[in-house]
């Protein structure tokens, strides 16, 4: 099993940035339901059925 981890951070014009671990990965959203579809849509498009993760995991972080 393979993973890819991704960095969800909010957006500077709004929204949410989510960006891949170790991976040229990078997408966004307006709102977090519609970033979990964006990423899925990444993966797709970024990698093919032989090297496509099979677990995807996103780390949300804030500042305070």
Do not use: N, W
């Not at 014009?13 to 671990?21: H, P, S, V, W």
Request: with cysteine; hydrophobic share 40%.
């Amino acid at each position: 099993m393979s993973e890819i981890h991704f960095i969800v951070e909010p957006a500077a014009e709004g929204g949410y940035l989510a960006r891949a671990f170790g991976h040229d990965v990078i997408t966004e959203a307006d709102d977090f339901q519609a970033l979990r579809q964006q990423v899925r849509d990444a993966i797709l498009c970024h990698f093919d059925d032989t090297t496509r993760p099979t677990v995807t995991r996103l780390h949300c972080t804030c500042e305070k």
